[in-house]
């Protein structure tokens, strides 16, 4: 298994361009998630899947846009791109089930993007 | 309520010496207690996690304390190894249907030869 892949691995982009970051997992995983690091600031949540066709917002959504087609591919869109969004993305996908032994995320590499 | 915080932000240790890194919390209603383990380009991985109905858990060299009273909770590295430099992020979720995490802001190890 590949686990969590997301492309591309850098990005750099002009202000005001618009860019779709990938991620894939091939764990069958329900749960999918995608975060954005920034130094200092740990992980902060951006959207959130819980199966097909369900997405919710996170800490900080604003700026962003997701869609859950299938169950393996979970895109993160980011729209108009500003300086702010210069960050660290990471998606990650997990297998929750109700008092499960374990909630573990599995993360993705990340993606490096630059907003100039 | 949904903070997380962590401390310190840096630690150097020596090596074969005990790393310790605390995080605190608010929100009474979390029930799962991860650390996460990153190293540099790598997404952080789970290292190790406990739920609140025991006071530690221990896996080879790492160990979670958690105080549920004090809604507090640290990461005991022993016999500290370079191999351990890394950042490490505590987290804590409230389990529910979303499984989503809260994460610390991360504590940078250097552990010196």
């Known amino acids: 298994n590949a686990g969590v892949t997301q492309t591309p691995k850098f990005r750099i982009l002009k202000i005001g361009q618009s860019m779709t970051l990938q991620c894939t997992q091939d764990?069958?995983?329900?749960?999918m998630y995608w975060y954005r690091q920034d130094p200092g600031m740990g992980l902060k949540l951006i959207y959130y899947s819980v199966g097909a066709g369900i997405t919710d917002k996170g800490e900080v959504p604003n700026g962003y846009n997701v869609s859950r087609s299938t169950t393996e591919d979970f895109p993160l869109r980011l729209e108009l791109a500003a300086p702010s969004q210069t960050s660290v993305y990471f998606c990650?996908?997990?297998?929750?089930?109700?008092?499960?032994?374990?909630?573990?995320?599995?993360f993705g590499p990340g993606t490096r993007l630059t907003v100039l | 309520q949904q903070q997380v915080k962590q401390s310190p932000q840096s630690l150097i240790v020596q090596k074969g010496g005990i790393s310790i890194i605390n995080c605190a919390y608010e929100?009474?209603?979390?029930?799962?207690f991860p650390w996460y383990q990153q190293f540099p380009g790598k997404g952080p991985a789970l290292l190790i996690a406990i739920r609140p109905d025991v006071s530690e858990k221990k896996e080879g060299r790492f160990t979670i304390s958690f105080n549920k009273s004090a809604k507090q909770f640290s990461l005991h590295i022993m016999d500290s190894q370079p191999g351990d430099s890394a950042t490490y992020f505590c987290a804590a979720s409230n389990g529910g249907a979303t499984n989503k995490l809260i994460f610390g802001t991360g504590t940078l190890l250097a552990v010196q030869p």
């Open positions: 764990m069958n995983h329900n749960y």
């Open positions: 929100n009474t209603a979390f029930d799962y």
């Open positions: 990650a996908s997990s297998s929750w089930t109700s008092g499960g032994a374990s909630n573990e995320q599995f």
